[in-house]
């Protein structure tokens, strides 16, 4: 595994997936209210 910037990539996955999870979570919130 290589290190980018110093930034392990455990947490740059980490924050990926907290970011796919935190928008699918507001799209479901926003199609809930439009409905």
């Known amino acids: ?4 910037l ?3 990539p455990q ?3 980490g924050q ?3 970011g ?3 928008g ?3 799209a479901l919130l ?3 209210l439009a409905v």
């Not at 595994?1 to 980018?4: I, P, S, V």
Request: glycine letters at 10%; zero cysteines; aromatic letters at 18%.
């Open 1 to 4: 595994m290589f290190d980018l």
């Open 11 to 13: 947490v740059l996955f």
């Open 24 to 26: 699918s979570f507001y």
């Open 30 to 32: 926003s199609l809930g």
């Open 16 to 18: 990926l997936l907290l």
């Open 20 to 22: 796919l999870i935190n």
């Open 6 to 8: 110093g930034v392990p």
